[in-house]
């Protein structure tokens, strides 16, 4: 998992240490294991905010955890062209290589711990497919999709890509440098990440170290999410038993923390995190397939603009040619 590193974290700053009289740690108050399911055209996927009601994940809407897998050449697979509104996608590599396209032109090449976020706005057509150069060698593939909520006010907004480059991530480390903190948006104990949202929301990857501890400053008007990419420790201050695949919800309080296992894995030496929440937005969600709106009448009429043609046009290079 190379995402971006440092080789030395302790020249990184650090996050402050926490007031034991001041600092109230949010308690666990769900802990869930993400089941498999397949997307696009036959990948394996975890669907980390399964069973999970969503008035605990505002803003948040859904959350796909793609590998760690070495696929063979020829295997790998992608998405492709799809429509989404009303929400945006933002998604992070960590290993592998995805190419994303869309409706308006845009697009661009995301590897190595690049986050592409894509406004869908008032809609989009868009795809997401490995390289063919991966295609035909294969190689280890390790990413996520999280869907962000647009609040009412802002879902017909213009679409838009956000590129934010790996080595943009705000990085930082805990007090005693047992781990790596990437911030891709937001901002943790006043470090701020490069990406900008409609929603506000904090989103990073954590890598700890075997035996180190996080005690991670949270915005207290903020929801917090943390599912474990690879390893296994403890999340919460009872420490409650965590591994890949799970996903904790925490409940009120200005801190989260979590702790890594002295012993790890030999195929997955650290436990890694990707640490989300948002201020809540509470307004209604009707979600279905691509389109997340706020009534039901408004998922009809994406279905209808979609059929339509008025969320876009695959572009002409991209269509199959025909004699």
Not at 99 to 118: L, P
Not at 135 to 157: C, D, I
Not at 269 to 298: C, S, W
């Amino acid at each position: 998992m190379p995402a971006v590193t440092v080789e030395d974290v302790l020249v990184l700053p650090r996050l402050p240490l926490p007031d034991p009289a001041q600092t109230r740690f949010r308690e666990v108050k769900r802990l869930v294991t993400a089941p498999l399911g397949m997307e696009g055209e036959g990948f394996q996927v975890r669907r980390g905010f399964a069973g999970i009601p969503m008035h605990e994940l505002d803003p948040f809407v859904h959350f796909d955890h793609m590998g760690e897998v070495d696929l063979a050449p020829g295997e790998p697979t992608g998405a492709p062209w799809h429509p989404h509104r009303g929400f945006e996608t933002v998604s992070y590599v960590m290993d592998g290589v995805i190419e994303h396209e869309d409706s308006n032109g845009g697009g661009g090449r995301i590897s190595d711990g690049d986050t592409q976020w894509m406004t869908a706005g008032a809609g989009i057509l868009h795809n997401e497919m490995p390289p063919e150069s991966f295609v035909m060698s294969g190689g280890v593939v390790h990413a996520t999709q999280l869907w962000v909520n647009l609040p009412r006010a802002q879902k017909f907004v213009a679409p838009r890509y956000q590129d934010i480059r790996g080595r943009e991530s705000a990085l930082v480390t805990t007090p005693d440098g047992g781990s790596l903190i990437r911030i891709i948006a937001g901002d943790i104990a006043g470090h701020r990440g490069p990406g900008s949202t409609y929603t506000p929301v904090t989103l990073a990857h954590i890598t700890v170290e075997p035996g180190a501890q996080v005690d991670l400053p949270w915005h207290p008007e903020y929801n917090a999410i943390v599912y474990a990419l690879s390893g296994a420790g403890t999340v919460g201050t009872d420490r409650r038993p965590f591994q890949m695949g799970q996903t904790a919800v925490f409940g009120p309080g200005d801190a989260i923390r979590v702790a890594a296992s002295p012993l790890q894995d030999s195929r997955t030496p650290k436990l890694d995190l990707y640490v989300l929440g948002g201020q809540p937005i509470r307004e209604p969600v009707a979600h279905y397939g691509p389109f997340v709106m706020n009534t039901r009448a408004e998922l009809v009429q994406a279905f209808e603009d979609y059929q339509a043609g008025r969320l876009g046009v695959i572009p002409a290079k991209r269509l199959p040619h025909t004699d």
